[in-house]
C-alpha cells in the first residue's frame, strides 16, 4: 500500500513564498515521476510542476521562473518551492507520483495525495 504524505501548504501573502514536500512511503517502489498538480476553486486541476527521476523537469508556464521542483530519489520525496506567489496561485494542490514497483511484473501505478491548500492573499 503507497502513500503519498504532503506538507507545506497554508496562508501567505503576495510575493511570498512557501515550500511543498511530498514522501512517498508504502511498499517497495521506485520513483519514476513525481510531481503537483492544483485545482482552483471551481476550475479544473492542472499541472503546476512534475520531475522525472533523471531530473528533466516540466512546469506549467504560470509558474515557470517562479517555482523550482526538487526531488531525492532515494528517499522518493519531491518539492516544490514556490516564491513570487500570486492570489492566482490559490489552489489545492496535489502531488502526483507515478512508481515503478521493484519486483515481477514491476508495474508502473499512479498515485496521488489528499491535498494540501495554498491560500495567497493579495
Known amino acids: 500500500q503507497v502513500q503519498l504524505v504532503e506538507s507545506g501548504g497554508g496562508l501567505v501573502q503576495a510575493g511570498g513564498s512557501l515550500r511543498l514536500s511530498c514522501t512517498a512511503s508504502g511498499s517497495r517502489f521506485r520513483f519514476n515521476t513525481m510531481g503537483w498538480y492544483r485545482q482552483a476553486p471551481g476550475k479544473q486541476r492542472e499541472l503546476a510542476a512534475t520531475?522525472?527521476?533523471?531530473?528533466?523537469?516540466d512546469f506549467a508556464d504560470s509558474v515557470k521562473g517562479r517555482f523550482a521542483i526538487s526531488a531525492d530519489n532515494a528517499e522518493n520525496t519531491v518539492h516544490l518551492q514556490m516564491n513570487s506567489l500570486k492570489a492566482e496561485d490559490t489552489a489545492v494542490y496535489y502531488c502526483?507520483?507515478?512508481?515503478?514497483?521493484?519486483?515481477?511484473?514491476?508495474?508502473?501505478?499512479?498515485?496521488w495525495g489528499q491535498g494540501t491548500s495554498v491560500t495567497v492573499s493579495s
Open positions: 502526483h507520483a507515478f512508481l515503478r514497483a521493484v519486483t515481477f511484473p514491476f508495474k508502473l501505478s499512479d498515485y
Open positions: 520531475i522525472t527521476d533523471g531530473g528533466s523537469t
